[in-house]
């Protein structure tokens, strides 16, 4: 079995080699999951892939590290007894990634009516995430298998994946701890539903009206390139009726959310030293340990602009890459750029990325970004994607 005690877990490593059946889920209707269409996957059967949303839900868990499941036993024993009749919902396992940890990130407990507070278990409210979700035909220790097919299926869609996985537990009756039915679902960035929630916060009605239209007839599984001609034509619009404040505005809200674990580290290291410098070397050591091994286009900061830039999705392969295409399947971590065949979409889409490091920049230096430049962009055809907060 192996174990990841000595350095912190990512999504892409943990899917990639996993520790032995530590992946599972369960039926949405058992969590208040609401149904989306169902795709059937290719060669499957009685399994199928379909899109599910979890409503905010409150819920009582364990949260601790582990490195092997049979840590989780002994947290079940002892949330189920600290729940007990106000448990409103089966046994539940998240895993979150890039929070930092060492070893995985997990939290397994039950949906409840009221708070719980006992011992090591907590209540808080999961916020509404969406996912795609699959029935595992195996045993639980192939259910990583699921997982890699569902984040594969994902990339077909040109979505790109939240960080959470989460696993929903039942049948446990006589089946030991964790039951014989297992249900993969991984989370997803609903980007249609964020970007026209956004295009609603910053535009008049008519207005947003006009930039998002199409968008309603797309779906969780809308291919990839159909998918990618949409966005490329409503930047399009969105371009023709607003500044580069708005789209910088707009965009950059439609990115995934940054855990506030990845944040407070990066946080605490400015307040003691109040060098911006000191943060960039901080993140940096972490990247070289990454996948990414680092960045291509060092950061810098003058005190009027702050400019960074992505880091290489799978480094070793970026630095391999011999043409363009090569270069942006290994850099974006984008789906939609990644995977469509021909991405025709104008670089400000790459405000998503400044979305993400602004999560970071903003709370760490006190300050609200208003203005925002692209200087570098895959999609212009530069080597990597880049941009400048004019603070």
């Known amino acids: ?119 090591a278990v907590a209540t808080h409210t999961l916020r509404e995430m969406h996912f795609f979700a699959r029935l595992h035909p195996g045993p639980l220790e192939s259910v990583r298998d699921t997982a890699k097919a569902l984040y594969e299926y994902m990339s077909t869609t040109g979505l790109s994946p939240e960080l959470e996985l989460v696993e929903v537990f039942r049948d446990r009756g006589g089946n030991g701890p964790f039951g014989t039915s297992i249900e993969v679902m991984v989370s997803y960035l609903a980007w249609p539903e964020v970007y026209r929630a956004q295009l609603d916060r910053v535009l008049p009605p008519e ?60 946080k605490a290291v400015y307040e003691r030293t109040g060098d911006v410098e000191a943060v960039f070397r901080a993140q940096e050591e972490k990247l070289a340990k990454s996948p990414t091994g680092g960045r291509v286009d060092p950061p810098r900061f003058d005190g009027k602009v702050l400019h960074l830039s992505k880091v290489p999705r799978d480094g070793a392969a970026y630095a391999a890459a011999a043409t363009q295409r090569e270069r942006r399947k290994a850099y974006c971590f984008c789906a939609l750029v990644r995977e469509a065949r021909q991405p025709r979409v104008d670089p400000i889409f790459c405000y998503r990325a400044a979305g993400w490091a602004r999560q970071l920049w903003e709370p760490l230096l006190g300050r609200t970004f208003t203005r925002c430049t692209i200087t570098h962009s895959i999609l212009a055809g530069d080597p990597f994607c880049a941009w400048d907060y004019h603070l």
């Open 207 to 266: 207005l947003a009206n006009t930039v998002f239209e199409g968008g309603e007839r797309l779906s969780p599984h809308t291919p990839v390139d159909e998918r990618c001609t949409w966005v490329g034509a409503s930047i399009d619009r969105l371009q023709d009726c607003t500044d580069a404040d708005q789209q910088f505005d707009i965009l950059s809200r439609v990115a995934l959310v940054r855990p506030q674990e990845d944040i407070l580290p990066l």
């Open 1 to 119: 079995m192996a174990t990841s005690s000595d350095r912190e877990w990512d999504r892409r490593r943990f899917v990639a080699t996993g520790i032995g059946g530590l992946v599972g889920a369960a039926a949405p209707g058992l969590l208040g999951l609401i149904p989306g269409c169902a795709w059937a996957a290719p060669g499957s059967t009685a399994s199928d892939i379909r899109a599910v949303v979890r409503p905010p839900t409150l819920f009582a868990g364990i949260r601790a590290p582990i490195t092997e499941r049979a840590e989780l036993v002994p947290r079940i024993v002892e949330a189920e007894k600290a729940c007990g009749d106000r448990i409103v919902g089966p046994l539940t396992h998240i895993y979150r990634f890039d929070t930092g940890v060492e070893g995985l990130d997990s939290e397994i407990g039950f949906p409840v009516s009221v708070p719980v507070t006992a011992g």
